[in-house]
């Protein structure tokens, strides 16, 4: 660390404040989620053959008022399968006004009963608000420890980046949610579908030693998962 002596005779640690300049000024890349965009807006060319990070801009000269509107989260989604749950995606694929802008929002409906089950977003912390029902939201750290609390309408939630989490809803009416998230693809592991009725298919027997069950048990959870 080099001490200098500035003009007024004061004497300046010079490599630290240098340091904490430079962190103020270039903030880490993971201090951020997406990166910021470099225009206006860029509405996501969903069918575009390019690959990039993120999706290529729509002409500005083709740009509409449509496509900074959206109306996928307005309608009640179809909760009859396994889970008693349905999540409503309004990420840049079916919204692509957000493309770049490192945003997305769900719509979460869930029977009574139903679960979202456990799942993650390696992209983004999500937060979430509780609209109607009763909700069991929980989340497990990295170090194994569950956290959890049970809410009522108009309370909210935060799930840090990347850590498994879920919602049931716990009350005798629908439970509806809106969810947000610091990524315009977010992605999610709906951890059960994901080991279950990935394809290829895991092997058994990594199944079998994992959950510590027999194959019987294995084709149980797959054929109940629609497998
Ligand atoms: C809820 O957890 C969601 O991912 O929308
Ligand atoms: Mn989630």
Avoid: W
Avoid at 51 to 62: I, M, R
Avoid at 76 to 91: H, K, L, R
Avoid at 159 to 176: R, V
Avoid at 189 to 196: D, E, Q, S, Y
């Amino acid at each position: 660390m080099a001490i200098v002596k500035n003009h007024s005779g004061c004497y300046v640690q010079f490599t630290v404040l240098f340091l904490i300049g430079s962190l103020l000024l270039f903030p880490l890349p993971s201090q951020s989620s997406d990166p910021d965009p470099l225009q206006d807006f860029c509405i996501g060319d969903t069918k575009s053959e390019l690959s990039v990070n993120g999706f290529p801009c729509k002409p500005a000269t083709k740009v509409t008022s449509d496509d900074f509107f959206f109306d996928g989260l307005s309608k009640e989604g179809n909760t009859s399968n396994p889970f008693g749950s349905i999540v409503t995606q309004g990420n840049v694929e079916e919204f692509p006004g957000v493309n770049t802008l490192g945003i997305a929002m769900n719509r979460v409906d869930i029977a009574p009963g139903g679960l979202n089950p456990p799942h993650s977003h390696p992209r983004a912390t999500e937060i979430g608000v509780l609209i109607n029902g009763k909700l069991l939201v929980g989340l497990i750290t990295t170090g194994d420890v569950y956290y959890s609390k049970i809410l009522t309408p108009g309370q909210m939630f935060v799930i840090p980046k990347g850590l498994i989490h879920f919602q049931m809803n716990i009350g005798e009416e629908k439970a509806l949610i809106f969810t947000a998230f610091n990524s315009h693809l977010p992605g999610a592991v709906v951890v059960p579908l994901n080991l279950f009725l990935s394809k290829p298919s895991v092997p058994d027997d990594v199944l079998k030693k994992a959950f510590q069950v027999e194959k019987t048990v294995i084709d149980e959870i797959k054929s109940k998962l629609g497998a």
